[in-house]
């Protein structure tokens, strides 16, 4: 598992130095990239790389390579998008803002009113006999109600979006605990197969020493064990450039051997070690081995999780990076503060909130005015025959003829709000929700500040114990070498040398969970700003 991670991690270090090329390359030779042949033969391939194409082939086999490796390992912030596109529960609250948009084309004028009656029995009148009547009336709130209120479901929806923003930041914030803590489980892996290494090497130096043979080779895997990767590439770097070879550790292990025996000399053949020290060494080994397949367990519910936020098949291969490293400039803090209280969705979603307070209270008084209301009436006649006789008797009154004439009405109404209590309770509803809710968003912006100083503070506090941290780790391995050295040569005590075991893997684990500590606190800082 640990040469995976760290082939992993090798690869993805060997990706950005190329893309890095690339680029650089890609900007002083544009032209070269884009008049490479899609197939030449051995003979023009010679030709071309001595007219200058040896650039081109160079750049397309390392963008090959980095397309390969870009295929092994995901970055942070690709999952990041991952889990943004694909997460049903943030796709659930999108729809819902989508949703609230609609709001907005809801807001019409009220549907006109339309009246039909017809006679069963025409209705005789001067005119002629009314057959029937149709009536159509359309109502008019007041000026700018319908604006009101648009305005007032565009902010609804606004606020909406903001909820959408703040789901969206928690769910992100899961995604980079879960990835953060996934690194801090990979990363302790690797820190206790580095410890299980120490362990190992001083078995065999500690059988090397029992049976008295050479404990040179021994006291070398054991130093080599102990230094960390960086340690170890800077000393290294050091004896490339031929400066003394190595570290202040291994000059004042080299000085004390210069100063007694060398270092082929240690221990041979003195037959002074004890078997006790072979046994409690396997019995730590074996506690480490048993830690080791307890931690590979511990990892498979964080798999799950994570791909559950991805909104992926929970056996979904993960790639973790296993470098741990956050690099913010200076003054970071006064920046980010800024954005908090500017670009806060749940802070925005409380000021949506106050304006929409704001247009319900306009709403009612518009609503306190009158409404209007335009229409036409349409009768209909039938033609009447007259009936009875000019100066007739016997009761029979004259009627005369109507014509049948169909008549149109136009009609005009208006509404009388006299009721104003109503009016004036909606006003002060919408008051008084409105000053709450800048009570709650001054108690908002209080807590923010509150809770980024309360983050700002760990983090300053992290970094100052990384420092210390490195530097003890740094100090420990300096010590355990020379412990190890004291121990070939002198049979110092074994007990020492495995209290400062336990030292150094305690601090190496206190590093990797301070970090990660670090990183988690800065993702709550980005929570807090939004996206």
Known sequence: MKDKNSSISELGQVQFKLRKMLRHISTIFPLYFNLFPKKINAFQSFKLLNKGWMLNVISTIFLFISTIFLSNSQSLNQYLEEAAENNPALQASFKGYQASLEKTNQVTL?????????FTRPMELLMGNQRAEASVMQMFPWFG?????????????EAKYEEFRQQRNILLFQVKETYFLIQQLQNTIDITESNLQILKSLEELAIIRYQGGNTSEAVSSVSSAVQSPSRRSQEGSDNGMGMGGGSSSSSGMNQSSGNGSSMSSMGSGSGSGKLTDVLRLQVQIKALESDLQQLEVDKRPLMVRFNQLLGRDKNEPVNIETDVSTQKEMGWEISML???????????????EGLVYQKQGEMAKLEGKPMFGLGLNYMMFSPRPESGMIGGGNGMDYMPAGMGNNMVMPMATVSLPIYRKKYKAMEAESKLYWEA???????LQRNLETEFETILV??????RKIKLLEEQIEITEQTMELSVTSYATEGSSFEEILSIQRELLDFRL????????????????ETLIGI
């Open 110 to 118: 009220e549907n006109p009113q339309l009246n039909i009656g017809v």
């Open 458 to 463: 760990s983090i300053k506090d992290a970094d």
């Open 338 to 352: 800024e954005n908090i209280l500017e670009t806060n969705p749940v802070l925005l979603m409380l000021e949506k």
């Open 510 to 525: 206190n590093l990797l969970n301070t970090k990660i500590e670090r990183e988690i606190q800065f993702a709550r800082v």
């Open 145 to 157: 109600m319908l604006k009101t209120q648009k305005d007032e479901a565009t902010l609804m929806a």
């Open 437 to 443: 809710n800048e009570r709650q968003k001054e108690d």
